[in-house]
């Protein structure tokens, strides 16, 4: 299995409240992306990562931010924490982004109340 | 931008039956990913494949380029197999962001 841990897997959180989840890899991959999952809905793209302190936006990324200060690590902050923003959120990582394999880690629920 | 269908949505089926779940896109592509989700569960990569065909145990997955087409086959089901299949292409050739459809819940019956 590709060493991709999320952290905190389950989280439940006020409404308005900064929230920070965490991705780190053990791969050493270049590209790591962050998703939400909902019903209804494939997998969406918030921001992801080409390189340490290179991100770009997906197409969900209102109300996100992210960072990335080294290989292993990128982090993922909802600066106020919206009902809407209530998902399962998915860390994923590959080595070369275009024609690569992803491998995801095993998702973080966020409740926001 | 390609736009992923995944057909059927939902399939439930008897052990031992062989399966298959259909993936169509819209854009020409360089690869198409194959991702099972199991409930509860995190998303693991089954395949990754740009032609032909591939096979893993009793999981085969095709694709037809000219045709924009994909099946995943599962030959002699079994309960263990019951999940939310995934299909996922790049937004546009060579893109390295991916489409994700929205997945096929299949259940295998004892």
Redesign the interface.
Known sequence: DAGITQSPRHKVTETGTPVTLRCHQTENHRYMYWYRQDPGHGLRLIHYSYGVKDTDKGEVSDGYSVSRSKTEDFLLTLESATSSQTSVYFCAISERGRNTEAFFGQGTRLTVV | KNE?EQSPQNLTAQEGEFITINCSYSVGI??L?W?QQHPG?????LF?L?SGKKKHGRLIATINIQEKHSSLHITASHPRDSAVY?C?V?RDF??????????TRLTIIP
């Open positions: 992923v360089s690869a990913h991702l569960g995190g998303i693991v990569s990754m740009s995934i996922a790049p060579g893109n390295e962001k991916l489409t994700f459809g929205t997945g």
